[in-house]
T-cell receptor, first 115, second 114 residues
Framework: KAGVTQTPRYLIKTRGQQVTLSCSPI?????VSWYQQTPGQGLQFLFE???????NKGNFPGRFSGRQFSNSRSEMNVSTLELGDSALYLC??????????????FGQGTRLTVV | AQTVTQSQPEMSVQEAETVTLSCTYD???????LFWYKQPPSRQMILVIR??????QNATENRFSVNFQKAAKSFSLKISDSQLGDAAMYFC???????????FGAGTILRVKS
């Protein structure tokens, strides 16, 4: 069974640009969550999608957005990039996301560098 | 809001020895889950062990075990017979029973000496 796949693995963007990251969850998983990891702030929850609907959202500005498609694949978009957006972005998938046994499985992340 | 605290930024252990990583959390909920994740240099988060709050029995997975003290809101990870492959960043995480958001601690870097 294939794991969580994130593309691209590495990305370099210029301030002011926008970027789209992709996440393909484990087959059968319907919940996809996104996290930002930085040395200063650690791991922070961005948002969660379940059955194409945003179910939960973290405390990030509106420049950060996401969506989920009918096949459960998810994308997150960051517009008007700032230097502080440089981070490792992790995607996690789970069966439903609630209840026991629905632990999150993570992808290898996308390393975004904003210059 | 829930918080997770890992007070040990870095720990070292000799190969084959035992090490304990500390984690405390704060919540007003009674039903929740706790996890330990490992993040090696490859950056992929790997689930090490999990615990349900309403289960008093401590979880065990091979060389990994936890000491879950619900009243004290403490959730420590014990690694026995440490191996070089255990070297990584370890994160303690909390998840409400009603949601899917993971709240992570700051992490503990574990170094294993040969």
């Amino acid at each position: 069974k294939a794991g969580v796949t994130q593309t691209p693995r590495y990305l370099i963007k210029t301030r002011g640009q926008q970027v789209t990251l992709s996440c393909s969850p484990i087959s059968g998983h319907r919940s996809v969550s996104w996290y930002q990891q930085t040395p200063g702030q650690g791991l922070q929850f961005l948002f969660e999608y379940f059955s194409e609907t945003q179910r939960n959202k973290g405390n990030f500005p509106g420049r950060f957005s996401g969506r989920q498609f009918s096949n459960s694949r998810s994308e997150m978009n960051v517009s008007t990039l700032e230097l502080g957006d440089s981070a490792l972005y992790l995607c996690a998938s789970s069966l439903t996301g609630q209840g026991w046994g629905t632990e999150a499985f993570f992808g290898q992340g996308t390393r975004l560098t904003v210059v | 809001a829930q918080t997770v605290t890992q007070s040990q930024p870095e720990m070292s252990v000799q190969e084959a020895e035992t090490v304990t990583l500390s984690c405390t959390y704060d919540t007003s909920e009674s039903d929740y889950y706790l996890f330990w994740y490992k993040q090696p240099p490859s950056r992929q988060m790997i689930l090490v062990i999990r615990q349900e709050a309403y289960k008093q029995q401590n979880a065990t997975e091979n060389r990994f075990s936890v000491n879950f003290q619900k009243a004290a809101k403490s959730f420590s990870l014990k690694i026995s017979d440490s191996q070089l492959g255990d070297a990584a960043m370890y994160f303690c995480a909390y998840r409400s029973a009603q949601g899917n958001k993971l709240v992570f601690g700051a992490g503990t870097i574990l170094r294993v000496k040969s």
